[in-house]
């Protein structure tokens, strides 16, 4: 991909800012490796490549952020619906639920895939080639706590004459959670570390692609079901999320 300057002064703005009712469909293709060991049972580990349709309506937008309404669709599989609040930097502040499904079932999918606005959450302020940002902000994600990392505006540029601008970012989120795992419950602690390379629209500072990689160790305790007594199992948890978001026009 060739890109030249986009403005004459070198600077934009890439912070999020999208107009309410705006629509963006993008198509994600994960690969998500686990690794699980929980006591004394053999290893498991398992591979699953998906494709994903996600669908964005923003619902409000203003000084204060926006709200938007995530649909993703898969092949064989229910469709997820989530409303989302990213605040006025475009960074993602909340996770709500919707038709009555909890915001923590995100399967193996992470913010940088399901919300690919999150994945620099670039400032406000005008932004040259080569300038960098601190990422730190609190995220309400059930079992999660802050997002921190860096950002930085590697490239500037114009391709099928939209105006371009590309970041890396390289961010952690802990996480601390119990989930359901059929008859058993699972509690993880740890963190995931995402690194991105994406490539932000300078109209409105929504994503056109992105491509990242989630890793994360967790500690693991398998507990008994709610409401009984039994045994702890300590384990542990390893991932390798890999995916490829592209915007579809």
Same mark, same amino acid.
């Given at each position: !991909?060739?890109?030249?300057?986009?403005?004459?002064?070198?600077?934009?703005?890439?912070?999020?800012?999208?107009?309410?009712?705006?629509?963006? %469909?993008?198509?994600?293709?994960?690969?998500?490796?686990?690794?699980?060991?929980?006591?004394?049972?053999?290893?498991?580990?398992?591979?699953?490549?998906?494709?994903?349709?996600?669908?964005?309506?923003?619902?409000?937008?203003?000084?204060?952020?926006?709200?938007?309404?995530?649909?993703?669709?898969?092949?064989?599989?229910?469709?997820?619906?989530?409303?989302?609040?990213?605040?006025?930097?475009?960074?993602?502040?909340?996770?709500?639920?919707?038709? $009555?499904?909890?915001?923590?079932?995100?399967?193996?999918?992470?913010?940088?895939?399901?919300?690919?606005?999150?994945?620099?959450?670039?400032?406000?302020?005008?932004?040259?080639? $080569?300038?960098?940002?601190?990422?730190?902000?609190?995220?309400?994600?059930? $079992?999660?706590?802050?997002?921190?990392?860096?950002?930085?505006?590697?490239?500037?540029? !114009?391709?099928?004459?939209?105006?371009?601008?590309?970041?890396?970012?390289?961010?952690?989120?802990?996480?601390?959670?119990?989930?359901?795992?059929?008859?058993?419950?699972?509690?993880?602690?740890?963190?995931?570390? %995402?690194?991105?390379?994406?490539?932000?629209?300078?109209?409105? $500072?929504?994503?056109?692609?992105?491509?990242?990689? *989630?890793?994360? %160790?967790?500690?693991?305790?398998?507990?008994?079901?709610?409401? %009984? *007594?039994?045994?702890?199992?300590?384990?542990?948890?390893?991932?390798?999320?890999?995916?490829?978001?592209?915007?579809?026009?």
């Amino acid at each position: !991909m060739l890109l030249a300057p986009a403005c004459a002064d070198g600077t934009v703005r890439v912070a999020f800012r999208p107009p309410t009712g705006a629509r963006y %469909t993008y198509r994600l293709t994960v690969t998500a490796e686990v690794v699980t060991r929980i006591g004394d049972r053999p290893e498991r580990r398992t591979v699953e490549e998906d494709v994903f349709t996600a669908h964005h309506s923003v619902l409000s937008s203003g000084d204060d952020g926006s709200r938007v309404e995530v649909r993703v669709e898969a092949e064989g599989q229910e469709d997820r619906t989530f409303i989302v609040r990213f605040d006025r930097a475009g960074v993602l502040a909340e996770v709500q639920r919707i038709e $009555g499904i909890p915001a923590d079932i995100l399967g193996g999918l992470g913010l940088s895939e399901l919300f690919p606005a999150a994945a620099a959450a670039p400032p406000e302020r005008p932004l040259a080639p $080569g300038d960098r940002w601190v990422i730190d902000e609190v995220v309400d994600l059930p $079992g999660s706590t802050r997002l921190q990392g860096t950002g930085r505006l590697t490239a500037l540029g !114009m391709v099928d004459g939209r105006k371009l601008a590309t970041v890396e970012s390289d961010f952690t989120l802990p996480v601390l959670r119990t989930a359901d795992d059929g008859e058993n419950r699972l509690r993880l602690d740890g963190t995931q570390r %995402t690194r991105a390379n994406s490539t932000h629209h300078l109209d409105d $500072g929504a994503v056109e692609q992105v491509e990242a990689e *989630t890793t994360g %160790t967790f500690g693991l305790q398998l507990l008994p079901p709610e409401g %009984t *007594t039994g045994p702890i199992v300590p384990g542990r948890l390893e991932v390798r999320v890999r995916s490829a978001t592209t915007r579809l026009h």
